[in-house]
């Protein structure tokens, strides 16, 4: 049997971009203990107790201190996470996300 080949034209594959990139950021209060804060770092971002420690010492000193770059969906479910965690246990932590 003979093989027909045949010449269709070859589509170009559209070259796609990653997904925009979202700051998940904690902002300090007077109230929410320095031992919460950690607790939310390590259990929503993953961070060791060292690197919850130099996060929560920078939101304390600075106002506010990164957690981690997330795409859109991930950022929103975190920063939604955080604040219905420390509303739960009586904290006004905030929490707030940002285009990177």
Excluded: W
């Excluded at 070859?10 to 209060?29: A, F, G, T, W």
């Excluded at 957690?67 to 604040?83: F, H, M, P």
């Amino acid at each position: 049997m003979a093989t027909q080949q045949i010449n269709a034209p070859v589509l170009e594959r559209s070259k796609v971009k990653p997904p925009k990139q979202y700051k998940v950021i904690l902002l300090n209060d007077d109230y929410t203990t320095m031992e919460f804060v950690v607790e939310v770092l390590q259990v929503y971002f993953a961070k060791t107790t060292e690197q919850a420690m130099q996060i929560m010492l920078k939101v304390h000193h600075e106002g506010a201190a990164v957690c981690g770059l997330y795409s859109k969906d991930i950022a929103e479910t975190k920063v939604n996470q955080v604040v219905a965690y420390a509303t739960q246990h009586g904290h006004p932590l905030k929490c707030h996300m940002e285009e990177n």
